[in-house]
């Protein structure tokens, strides 16, 4: 069965400095992963996907992943935090070819003024 | 479109009361899933279906039921309702893309 795990439940970081949120992954075939952003109060959204093919992977609202096999790692990345980004994180992965989508623990972001 | 709608959005319930969550999507999605999110358990899978009349449990399917008669609708049943099902519970659908489309939520509250 696959996973995901992100370490710890809160990031805090200041506007306008980089935004890191880890999340590696276990499975036993070539997984896909995702990331989703939750706003209070709303359902999920999807920033961006990694499914096959560039390792780099870019999103939406200036978001970025990097796929490293090596390291069974997915971070998401974003040179300068804006006020806005501000909201709760979540790591995902499926098996790929199964739409069967399994979630991590979440991380909440808060960016300071 | 309307996208993945969920009703209602606030219930509160009885210790063995039965209800129904609605979902609904309009985008001729094959997939639905339903989840359940809690503080510091992220959201949890309970129920998922690949199409019409095809459906599998997720990771947390105790105490809840589904069925998919059609392609638009994949309700949510709580047959004897219970204190630890107090959640907030969000519907989801899925492209062949792998994109999954969340509904808003229902805020469910067992008391």
């Known amino acids: 069965a696959q996973s995901v795990t992100q370490l710890g439940s809160h990031v805090s970081v200041s506007e306008g400095a980089l935004v890191l949120l880890r999340c590696n992954y276990s499975s036993s075939v070539p997984p896909y992963l995702f990331w989703y952003v939750q706003y209070p109060n709303q359902g999920l959204q999807l920033l961006l996907k990694y499914t096959t093919g560039a390792t780099l992977v870019k999103g939406i609202n200036g978001f970025e992943a990097e796929f490293k096999k090596s390291e069974t790692s997915f971070h998401l990345t974003k040179p300068s935090a804006h006020m806005s980004d501000a909201a709760e994180y979540f790591c995902g992965i499926s098996q790929g070819g199964s739409e069967k989508l399994v979630f991590g623990k979440g991380m909440k972001l808060t960016v300071n003024p | 479109n309307a996208g993945v709608t969920q009703t209602p959005k606030f219930q509160v319930l009885k210790t063995g009361q039965s209800m129904t969550l609605q979902c609904a999507q309009d985008?001729?999605?094959?997939?639905m899933s339903w989840y359940r999110q809690d503080p510091g358990m992220g959201l949890r899978l309970i129920h998922y279906s690949v199409g019409a009349g095809i459906t599998d449990q997720g990771e947390v399917p105790n105490g809840y039921n589904v069925s998919r008669s059609t392609t638009e609708d994949f309700p949510l049943r709580l047959l004897s309702a219970a204190p630890s099902q107090t959640s907030v519970y969000f519907c989801a659908s899925g492209d062949r893309g792998h994109r999954q489309f969340f509904g808003p939520g229902t805020r469910l509250t067992v008391l």
């Open positions: 985008m001729n999605h094959e997939y």
